[in-house]
């Protein structure tokens, strides 16, 4: 199954935080799963950093060593998600939310997030 990782599931990820769920490190964790990370994550990331709203210049600088090193794959954002992230009803107004909603519609995946958002878009999330 492919997973799309949400963005404080990356970081948490990354520095092992005990808030990551057991069902959801399991679904990461399992090799017969591929996690996918959306360049939407990145910017995401970035901008908070840029903002000061988020203590991780580590983790932008480092981020494609450190998802070569976990195995994650990168997702590219396709004309395809823009529009369907554009077109998707007003339930939620973040951007970045809103175009993993697009993607994981586009790809039949589920998020991993701790985001009750995605299922109001009937997006599949495991936490």
Not at 65 to 86: K, N, P, Y
Not at 101 to 116: E, M
Request: some cysteine; glycine content about 4%.
């Amino acid at each position: 199954m492919n997973l799309l990782i949400d963005t404080h599931v990356l970081l948490w990820w990354w520095t092992d935080e005990r808030r990551l769920s057991q069902n959801a490190r399991a679904a990461i964790r399992d090799s017969r799963n591929r996690s996918y990370v959306s360049a939407a994550v990145a910017w995401e990331l970035a901008i908070k950093v840029n903002l000061g709203k988020l203590d991780a210049r580590d983790v932008v600088s480092n981020l494609r060593q450190f998802l070569i090193e976990e195995g994650f794959r990168r997702l590219a954002i396709s004309t395809d998600h823009a529009l369907r992230a554009g077109l998707l009803p007003m339930l939620h107004r973040d951007p970045f939310d809103r175009m993993l909603v697009a993607q994981a519609q586009a790809s039949n995946s589920p998020v991993v997030s701790a985001d009750a958002i995605f299922d109001r878009y009937g997006v599949q999330c495991i936490w």
